[in-house]
């Protein structure tokens, strides 16, 4: 799931899209005032973490073979 931070060109509205995937045009428009003059700010991709005894981590595995 991506999470892409948005902001309205027409009103100034920032907000937060939650899309399964890559950002369309068919999804830029803003919740305020409607406008289609969007543009993106900034985005990332959620990932899962996992928790145990230990403490857990969000940290990616490793694929070992350095140094």
Do not use: T, W
Request: some cysteine.
């Amino acid at each position: 799931m991506a999470i892409y931070d948005l902001k309205c060109e027409s009103c100034g509205h920032d907000f937060e899209k939650f899309v399964p995937g890559f950002l369309k045009e068919e999804h830029k428009q803003c919740p305020e005032c409607d406008s289609r003059d969007v543009v993106q700010k900034f985005n990332s991709f959620s990932i899962g973490c996992s928790s145990s005894a230990s403490g857990g981590s969000c940290a990616p595995p490793r694929s070992g073979g350095f140094g």
